[in-house]
């Protein structure tokens, strides 16, 4: 479709206001990290690094990182296993309820994370608590795996599908078993996948709060959870857009390096 000049320029203005819109706000953010007044005066009057060496030395606020960061490992791990072998089975295999069991893997991400939250809540408390499993960093994980399953499985399944059978079948004619297969020609073509994957499931991880809000035990207290409950502080004002600021890069370099492992392993191919 021929779009008339006037119209290009339309939708390039379109589109550069939507993105100002959303990225405008961290802009600023990131920018009052090292604001100097307290009250954020703007245009900023002087530039200054105290509040970054406050929030580190913010005992709260290393524990919070650093259990959110252990959050995002445990639940990128569950993710890349879990998300691979359910790919390989509905790829590779024909059997009833295929498809069912794809969009049951699938649906975790498209619901709301309330209601992930709630039923994840009523399973700790009603089912596992009667066997002594509590809620705390291990259910935070768990809750996380939930919706991380789903980048991996779905960056699997489209390599899968693009690679097809052809190199495995050529594999097993020159004499390789599975596991020499698997190692020598179907982990090399998905690899890529899965580092894309393991960054998508480690930044949604590290950023998600609705879900955590109900799955984390006492004491358990990831970044965003630490940041939502210093938010209405004002000493806390200055540390808070440090961590944010903190915070916006680690959700956007992993999110950034997979789109750019994607885009080198298809050839810039959509």
């Known amino acids: 479709m021929t779009l008339s000049r006037s119209a290009r ?7 550069a206001l939507g993105l100002a819109f959303i990225y405008l706000p961290l802009a600023v953010v990131l920018v009052n990290s090292f604001n100097a007044d307290r009250t954020f005066a703007w245009p900023p009057p002087r530039w200054t690094t105290e509040w970054w060496a406050r ?6 606020a290393r524990e919070a990182l650093w259990t959110s960061v252990k959050a995002g490992l445990g639940a990128t791990v569950i993710a890349l296993v879990l998300g691979s072998l359910v790919a390989f089975a509905v ?6 309820g295929r498809g069912t069991v794809s969009l049951l893997v699938v649906l975790p991400i498209a619901l709301p994370g309330i209601v992930t939250g709630i039923a994840l809540d009523s399973a700790f408390r ?18 996380h795996a939930t919706f991380c399953v789903v980048v991996v499985y779905n960056n699997v399944l489209a390599r899968l599908r693009r690679l097809g059978g052809n190199l495995q079948e050529a594999s097993a004619d020159l004499g390789a078993d599975g596991l020499q297969t698997f190692r020598w020609v179907t ?3 998905l690899r890529s996948a899965l580092l894309a994957g393991a960054l998508l499931a480690f930044g949604l991880s590290f950023d998600e709060i609705i879900v955590t809000t109900f799955t984390a035990g006492p004491g358990v207290q990831t970044l965003p959870i630490w940041i939502f409950s210093n938010l209405f502080r004002p000493n806390q004002a200055p540390v808070i857009n440090v961590v944010a600021a903190v915070l916006i890069v680690a959700s956007v370099v992993p999110i950034y390096l997979a789109q750019r492992i994607s885009d080198t392993a298809t050839g810039g191919r959509l």
């Open 91 to 96: 790829q590779r295999h024909r059997f009833f």
């Open 126 to 143: 009603s089912v596992l608590a009667p066997l002594g499993v509590g809620k705390g960093l291990f259910s935070v994980i768990v809750g």
């Open 187 to 189: 982990f090399p073509v």
């Open 9 to 15: 320029w339309l939708l390039r203005g379109a589109m």
């Open 55 to 60: 929030a580190w030395d913010n005992a709260g």
